[in-house]
């Protein structure tokens, strides 16, 4: 048996290379090897993860390659991302007529960016909704306006971002990271978030589907997803693959460019962090590591910027994705994208101001934690969330207790 193989079970085997963008032939050989050996509960149980995590077409896409008939379930899972996909992709064209009209631009960024212009194979890389940034408050106001004359509705959050009409949905953002709490946290942290904006839409490129669609420059759209995937603690899945198929996929990328710009944003380690998690700051010795992704000297860059005990702790923990089992459905995977952020702030004072902006949030973002939440009761709902925290903290340390005595 290979020795990339000998250190993992068959569901470990499983799980590494469901969450590799594009296998080598060692890679492939390993998978057919692990699909003669698996038995039912490995099927199950690698199945079910992928599923859980988004990677389930690109698995079942792995193990044709392979020359292995993939379970029913990860084909239908294949077919159904490629059906959904074209849909969405012909929503988008309908919706181009009526937004050129309206005069301004969308800039796409993730999951319905990267369908067209990285992955090209419908059937690898599903997205629950389309993620539009927009320049400007009128811009904003113009976009709900046509939303709602194409059949959309406001769909759930009180700033009226999130629109839908039948399975698809258009989640607006005021800045190019895609979340109004990810750019205060990095307020302060380097460039403002007025000059990262500004720059992302300077060096915007067009989409295949044509105007008004734009998508970041892929160094701009690199750090868009670090950042993403920083403030989901870098749970395993989909999102990392992202990372690697927008490298392999993207000719001349410009390292330089990027990093310099996630120094001068505040975001290089985010930057770290996420490679890190990705297995792509070691070698290529064990199974579904990925050291031969970044340039060598890029790979000692990032493997220099040094973790506090913090950082060490939490990257282990969100590595592992571990389910807080009996937990309320928000909080079943540990939530430490906040705390891993602390690191970044400069001063004693710009951690306290993110630990308190993280624990006690604005109005609309307490909406969604609290559906029942009404600003005239804020202290109440304070203290509630207080309690919530406690309570989850408890759970955290009995986990993390529970893993060392393992």
Not at 21 to 44: F, N
Not at 198 to 212: Q, T
Not at 232 to 244: A, K, N, R, T, Y
Not at 268 to 285: H, P, T
Request: hydrophobic residues 40%.
């Amino acid at each position: 048996m290979d020795t990339l193989q000998k250190q993992l079970s068959t569901r470990e085997v499983f799980l590494s290379l469901a969450r590799r963008y594009r296998l080598s032939p060692r890679e492939t050989d390993a998978l057919a090897r692990a699909c003669r050996d698996a038995g039912e509960a490995d099927w199950h149980e690698a199945t079910e993860e992928t599923l859980y995590r988004e990677t389930g077409g690109l698995f079942c896409h792995h193990l044709r390659e392979a020359g292995v008939d993939p379970p029913k379930i990860l084909r239908a899972e294949y077919k159904w991302i490629s059906l959904s996909s074209t849909v969405k992709e012909a929503e988008l064209r309908r919706l181009s007529p009526g937004l050129i009209k309206a005069g301004f631009r969308v800039l796409l960024i993730k999951g319905t960016a990267l369908y067209q212009s990285i992955y090209k194979n419908p059937g690898l890389r599903n997205f629950e909704d389309s993620d539009w940034v927009l320049a400007g408050h009128s811009d904003w106001e113009t976009a709900k306006r046509e939303l709602r004359t194409l059949g959309y509705k406001p769909s759930g959050h009180g700033d009226d971002s999130r629109w839908k009409r039948g399975p698809f949905i258009v989640e607006l953002h005021h800045n190019v990271l895609g979340d109004e709490r990810l750019a205060a946290r990095i307020s302060g942290l380097g460039a403002s978030n007025v000059e990262i904006d500004g720059e992302v839409w300077a060096r915007a490129r067009p989409l295949v589907l044509g105007e008004p669609f734009l998508m970041p420059a892929p160094e701009d759209h690199l750090l868009i997803m670090c950042a993403h995937l920083m403030k989901h603690g870098f749970e395993p899945g989909i999102w990392f693959v992202d990372l690697e198929a927008l490298l392999l996929e993207t000719e001349s990328f410009d390292w330089a460019a990027a990093l310099d710009r996630a120094d001068r944003w505040g975001l290089l380690r985010a930057v770290a962090f996420a490679f890190r998690n990705l297995g792509a700051l070691g070698g290529i010795e064990n199974l579904g590591e990925r050291g031969d992704l970044l340039p060598p000297g890029v790979r000692a860059q990032l493997a220099e910027i040094r973790l506090t005990s913090l950082d060490s702790y939490l990257l282990t923990l969100a590595a592992k994705g571990e389910w807080i089992s009996g937990e309320k459905k928000e909080w079943r995977r540990v939530p430490i994208g906040n705390l891993l952020w602390l690191s970044s702030q400069p001063t004693f004072a710009g951690k306290i101001r993110l630990l308190w902006e993280a624990s006690f949030p604005r109005g609309e973002v307490m909406e969604e934690i609290y559906p029942d939440y009404r600003p005239a009761m804020r202290w109440w709902f304070m203290a509630r969330r207080a309690a919530d925290l406690v309570h989850l903290g408890g759970r955290v340390l009995a986990l993390t207790g529970w893993e060392r005595s393992r």
